[in-house]
């Protein structure tokens, strides 16, 4: 899989990029935020790539920050926001302010996003709530550790316990329980086996 380019902008238009690489050229989807850094024709280029594979295409999708590409990635895992929708979505507001929404529940703000339904904004919530603390401005990051958002070291042990087959909800439950627990060592491993024998007890 192609994870990052780097060659001469041939072209660009708002959402897409040519992009000459040794002389092949790679069309790339890009969202509108990375449009705007970018600089003019001609000039050379480093993108993040996240590599799309269908029965009957392959599309490289492109970012101009390596946070782009992770909130990219957290958008497709959702279920019904595809590709095409997440590069929407992403162009509609700059990392930070995304993941703010996000963090707040903010379905108004989320909704003002062409392609964003009120299900869909609230399934964004729902879903990545608790994943936006590595996206957020420090100031906001505090504040939405405060409010329950988790860091991301925690977001990976809940990753893995849902990876395991737990339930999101009894996962969340038993590892926030860990979590105020004085005795567990802010380690990964120490949280994750704290919290699966909470599970199994």
């Keep these: 899989m192609i994870g990052q380019i ?3 902008l041939l072209q660009k238009k708002p959402n897409t990029l040519l ?35 269908r029965e009957d295409a392959l599309i490289l999708f492109g970012f101009h920050t390596q946070r782009e590409k992770d909130l990219f990635l957290k958008l497709i895992s959702i279920s019904g926001i ?3 929708l ?29 392609g964003i339904g009120r299900k869909t904004a609230e399934r964004l919530v729902l ?17 939405a550790k405060g409010a329950g958002v988790s860091t991301p070291l925690e977001d990976d042990v809940l ?4 990876n395991l087959g737990y339930p999101r ?5 038993a590892l926030s329980v860990v979590l105020r627990s004085e005795q567990c ?14 599970l199994a007890g």
């Design 185 to 198: 060592d802010r380690t990964f491993e120490e949280i994750l086996r704290n919290t699966l024998q909470r």
């Design 127 to 143: 879903e990545l709530k608790a994943q936006m603390s590595p996206f957020l401005l420090p100031e906001h990051a505090e504040a």
């Design 169 to 173: 909800a009894s996962a969340e439950k």
């Design 19 to 53: 992009v000459d690489v040794n002389g092949v050229g790679y069309e790339v989807s890009i969202p509108l935020t990375s449009f705007y850094e970018l600089p003019g024709e001609g000039s050379e280029i480093t993108l993040k790539i996240h590599t799309h594979v």
């Design 6 to 8: 780097r060659g001469r």
């Design 82 to 84: 595809g590709p095409k």
């Design 86 to 114: 997440a590069i929407s979505i992403l162009s509609g507001a700059q990392v930070e302010e995304l993941a703010q929404s996000i963090a707040e529940g903010n379905l108004a703000r989320l909704t003002a996003i062409p």
């Design 159 to 162: 990753s893995a316990l849902v």
